[in-house]
């Protein structure tokens, strides 16, 4: 697993995300807006379906998940919102990219330039990094919640690719269009991931040690805090010790 997906395991287990509850909704709400751009029905529109279900997940009043749909849709009046993604290099030379949601394209990129330069990263021309990539589906299961033969078996059966050993959680692999069937297979089966989505995993990745793994989970952090930034997505591998001992 990324070290992205680790750190973000590990900031739900401290509660991290709820003290950022209002920044969340922010965020989800842009989600569903930009989702429903490409039609406002959830059941023939799989971006808007998957961004409603987040947005419940958060406990977001369905008023809110309205409205931010009907301003997709043209139906109410709203800021109109370009999707952006940025790429670069961190700490270590480890592959960075950035997916934005921005009312004013030169200046959200002006900031994230001053975010990489302050954490030790630099940005980079378009398509420097991001053919190291592959969209997918990711799903991080502790392992005290599920054996390994019961979920090989689960997600073969529900059409997902794979299934890693990631220290203290399994790591689900699947394709976007599986990505819905091995998470409907994984809540009849009474299993919860702490980390459920559709993002860029990377196709290898590159150890931080020392000085190099905080610096870049700082960056990752600094971008993650930027009002206009959706996601960040990297193939920085770090022991989960660091992590845990950053985040205190």
Do not use: C
């Amino acid at each position: 697993m990324s070290g992205h997906s680790k750190w973000a395991t590990i900031k739900h287990k401290k509660g991290a995300l709820d003290a950022k509850r209002g920044k969340i909704f922010t965020r989800l709400i842009r989600e569903i807006t930009m989702a429903a751009r490409s039609g406002g029905d959830p059941d023939k529109n799989p971006r808007l379906r998957k961004a409603i279900s987040d947005a419940k997940a958060e406990n977001m009043p369905a008023d809110n998940i309205k409205r931010a749909i009907q301003r997709g849709t043209g139906e109410l009046p709203g800021a109109t919102y370009e999707e952006i993604t940025l790429e670069g290099y961190g700490p270590g030379g480890v592959a960075v990219l950035v997916e934005l949601s921005t009312d004013n394209r030169n200046r959200t990129v002006s900031e994230i330039r001053h975010v990489f330069s302050k954490n030790g990263g630099n940005m980079a021309e378009a398509g420097a990094v991001s053919w190291m990539f592959h969209k997918k589906g990711s799903f991080a299961i502790p392992k005290d919640k599920a054996a390994e033969d019961k979920l090989m078996d689960l997600i073969l059966e529900a059409g997902g690719e794979d299934l890693r050993d990631d220290g203290g959680v399994w790591e689900i692999v699947t394709d976007p269009g599986s990505f819905e069937g091995v998470s409907e297979a994984l809540k009849n089966a009474g299993i919860e991931p702490t980390v459920s989505e559709v993002g860029m995993l990377p196709q290898n990745y590159i150890k931080l040690e020392g000085a190099h793994a905080s610096q870049m989970i700082r960056l990752i952090e600094a971008l993650e805090d930027h009002d206009d930034v959706q996601h960040v997505y990297s193939n920085f591998d770090v022991d989960e010790k660091q992590l845990e001992e950053v985040a205190s």
